[in-house]
């Protein structure tokens, strides 16, 4: 396996990549529409920090990645990118994406009622870089996450960052306790992430950080 940055030839088989990682995971997919959905999780990091973006390989072919910022204000805000794929794909007006933001309101409706917090984005400068990484199926357990780990922390020490934030889920058992072994800690309240589902179930947003 090697452990490599990101080139711009790797683009097109990267977003491949992007559309079947995280397969039966709870946070497989948001709204069910790859191409918007990358245009927030993972062409910022190909056009704005490709040094920080770590790929594993295995016989030539890609079965892994890690995308990651250094100073999270660099990067167009989540919600920012995510308002910009809203309206470039006119996602309102498809069947799986309309569906989610139907939830979303219904959910955050619901919150506004019981007074109850809602997921939403990471500010605190002990930790100002964050990164989120995926492995194909047929990877896992072979030690690919692990190495695009250590990769992502030498790029952190080189840049002396003094920390680290990610946002996963609570319900993502098997991502949790893996975050927790590479050092994270959990952080916060985990509060309910609107319109998102798994097997019918209501999801929650669980913060993780880790200290240089």
């Known amino acids: 396996m090697d452990i490599r940055t990101f080139e711009e030839s790797d683009r097109a ?43 594993a390989v295995v016989d030539g072919a890609l079965v892994g990645y890690l995308t990651g910022c250094v100073d999270s204000s660099t990067l167009p805000s989540e919600s920012e990118r995510m308002a910009k794929a809203i309206r470039k794909h006119r996602l309102t ?29 990471f500010d605190d400068p002990r930790w100002p870089a964050h990164l989120h990484i995926n492995v194909a199926p047929e990877a896992r357990g072979t030690g690919a996450a692990d190495s695009l780990m250590k990769g992502w922390f030498a790029r952190l020490r080189e840049a002396g960052s003094p920390g680290c934030y990610l946002q996963t889920l609570r319900e993502n ?16 309240p985990t509060p309910l992430v609107p319109g998102l589902r798994y097997d019918g179930v209501r999801l929650h947003q669980q913060s993780m950080v880790w200290s240089a």
């Open 93 to 121: 007006l498809q069947r799986r994406p309309a569906a989610f933001f139907a939830r979303s309101m219904i959910d955050l409706a619901g919150a506004a009622l019981r007074r109850q917090p809602i997921a939403g984005e």
């Open 173 to 188: 058992t098997r991502a949790v306790k893996f975050f927790e072994r590479m050092g994270f800690v959990k952080h916060g």
């Open 13 to 55: 088989e990267l977003r491949e990549l992007f559309g079947r990682a995280g397969e039966g995971s709870p946070s497989a997919s948001l709204w069910g529409h790859a191409e918007s959905e990358a245009a927030v999780y993972l062409d910022p990091y190909m056009d704005l920090e490709p040094h920080s973006l770590f790929l």
